[in-house]
């Protein structure tokens, strides 16, 4: 299953939103992203794919995990040349 960099990054961005309960409605979450509503409910769908426990409370508008559950972005970019490789970046990825 293949993801973009700039899928990662709004996947990491709707984590650290669920885990602080503080996403709001679809509407204002797809506003606060700069995505479509649409895109928002296919990143919450993707996160449930990885097994996330994602629960929406009408009353507090926000979307939250009823159980423990991280999300880590970690990317590494390797070159390799005449037999050389350079490592330019491996680590975390946070905003």
Excluded: W
């Amino acid at each position: 299953m293949s993801i973009s960099i700039k899928n990662l990054e709004r996947l990491q961005q709707l984590h650290l939103l669920i885990e602080d309960e503080q996403t709001g409605s679809p509407k204002e979450l797809a506003r606060r992203m700069y995505i479509s509503e649409r895109l928002v409910y296919n990143l919450i769908d993707r996160l449930k794919d990885y097994k996330a426990s994602i629960c929406y409370d009408r009353s507090r508008k926000t979307y939250y995990y009823y159980d423990d559950f991280r999300f880590t972005v970690n990317i590494s970019v390797l070159i390799v040349s005449k037999n050389e490789t350079t490592e330019i970046f491996d680590g975390s990825y946070l905003k």
